[in-house]
């Protein structure tokens, strides 16, 4: 038995539904919809004949039903509206009745249009319960902004108008990411992976990986952090006061220290590119001798730099600066444990093991380990791990095309080579850990590695 209360719900939503023709608040296009539902039972037209029993009269039903439900779908909702919005007075049950009786319809090819590909079932029920809520956001929107995959071309969308389609703000992100910020990226893209924190180390063929890498992201998704180039034994790396920021980009790379990198804290996918590290330390020596024509001058950063232009390749090994140790006497056990040699003290001097110990383990915890030498097949494995396609070829960066040396003396060489040995004892060890990891995970998806196309 329909209760008094109901019957005057029902009468005063039908006075809101005529007045509704008159409220200004209301689009031409709602208005259009609900006269032609209202209209077609008294129409020439008729779909189905009248003449068939019960039939006959669906689509009259249909149109009547279909006009009003549309109605309120088109009716925006207006907090200045006199008549407060016709969808605000309507039931939560018949509200959400029409909501759910539009998504349940068209779900299906709205998914499709929308992400490009076929919708599985738990996108369609998550499309479905979302439409059917109300809230301020219009119900295509929020229901696609409930699926994975909607949520994301959303996202795209957003980024590529936002950028694209008004030239000033265009010109204004330009000067946003200017020089001095320096973020790569593609402007059509947006990762939605896991958030990606890589540890470049020096001259281990890192800007190449990160130019393939960021071209998965937005720029805004990229750490612009000046800091990231600086060397941790230098400048404390992600200081409190930036770690929250940072650890809200989605990828983060620069010369930091895994100590450093753990304070981002966990859920990041970690990984790092190891070189074999007598080559590592030679390269560095050439990159930092073909700075000379940068005039750099006498500064904190640049003295290694310096030093590496002044003295010849035996004379730079046996530097005992702490500047130029930190960079090349067991770099790798130094920036993944964060002991650095100061004038006086060298803590690997002290515990050589311990901390090659902690190195290791350090190493293992990384969720990925890439070898320099074989850098097209670790992006290949990485891009695996991380679900996007990695190209066939990385071009080097940062390549310094010096000169040949010339000819070294026999006994020059060979006291280089012994220096060189001691410089890397313990980074040996863990470079011979990481090649023995890489090639158990490449094992099938890679060729062997193969010499590396940087200097």
């Known amino acids: 038995m329909i209760k008094r209360r109901q019957l005057r719900r029902v009468a005063a939503d039908a006075r809101l539904l005529g007045s509704g023709l008159i409220d200004p608040y209301r689009c031409w296009a709602s208005k259009c919809v609900l006269l032609f539902g209202l209209a077609y039972p008294l129409g020439p037209i008729d779909l189905i004949p009248n003449r068939l029993p019960v039939i006959g009269y669906l689509d009259q039903v249909a149109f009547v039903l279909g006009g009003i439900a549309l109605a309120y779908l088109l009716l925006p909702v207006s907090t200045g509206a006199p008549w407060g919005g016709l969808t605000t007075r309507l039931s939560a049950r018949?509200?959400?009745?029409?909501?759910?009786?539009?998504?349940?319809?068209?779900?299906?090819?709205?998914?499709?249009?929308a992400t490009g590909a076929w919708p599985v079932a738990g996108d369609v029920a998550a499309f479905r319960r979302a439409f059917r809520r109300f809230t301020p956001l219009p119900p295509l929107m929020r229901a696609l902004a409930t699926v994975p995959a909607g949520r994301e071309q959303l996202t795209r969308a957003m980024l590529a108008s936002?950028?694209?389609?008004?030239?000033?703000?265009?010109?204004?992100?330009?000067?946003?990411?200017?020089a001095d910020d320096a973020r790569p990226g593609n402007p059509l893209r947006v990762w939605s992976g896991p958030p990606v924190t890589f540890l470049h180390l020096e001259k281990t063929g890192g800007m190449a990986v990160v130019a393939a890498l960021a071209a998965e992201f937005h720029p805004l998704q990229i750490d612009a952090d000046p800091r990231r180039a600086h060397p941790p034994h230098l400048f404390c790396p992600l200081p409190p006061f930036l770690v929250?920021?940072?650890?809200?980009?989605a990828l983060v790379w620069g010369h930091y220290d895994l100590p450093s990198i753990r304070r981002l804290g966990d859920g990041r996918f970690t990984f790092t590119m190891l070189r074999e590290p007598c080559a590592r330390i030679r390269s560095l020596y050439r990159y930092w001798r073909g700075q000379a024509a940068l005039g750099l001058g006498w500064d904190g950063m640049n003295q290694p730099v310096l030093m590496a232009q002044r003295l010849d390749f035996a004379a730079f090994l046996q530097a005992g600066d702490p500047m130029v140790v930190n960079y090349i006497d067991n770099f790798y056990v130094r920036r993944l444990t964060g002991q650095y040699a100061t004038d006086g003290h060298d803590p690997l001097a002290d515990d050589p093991d311990g901390w090659l110990q902690a190195a290791l383990e350090g190493l293992e915890s990384l969720d990925f380990v890439g070898l320099t030498e074989d850098t097209d097949g670790a992006l290949e494995v990485l891009g695996r791990q991380l679900g996007f396609a990695a190209p066939d070829h990385v071009k080097p960066v940062n390549v310094t095309w010096a000169a040949p040396p010339t000819a070294t003396p026999v006994e020059d060489a060979v006291e280089i080579e012994s220096r060189l040995a001691r410089l890397t004892s313990l980074d040996r060890a863990v470079y011979a850990a990481a090649s023995r990891r890489y090639l158990a995970e490449a094992v099938g998806w890679v060729s062997p590695p193969r010499p590396a196309d940087v200097r």
């Open 94 to 113: 018949g509200r959400a009745w029409v909501l759910d009786g539009f998504a349940a319809a068209f779900a299906v090819p709205m998914l499709r249009l």
């Open 162 to 178: 936002w950028l694209l389609a008004d030239e000033t703000y265009r010109g204004r992100l330009q000067r946003e990411l200017s």
């Open 244 to 249: 929250a920021r940072v650890r809200r980009c």
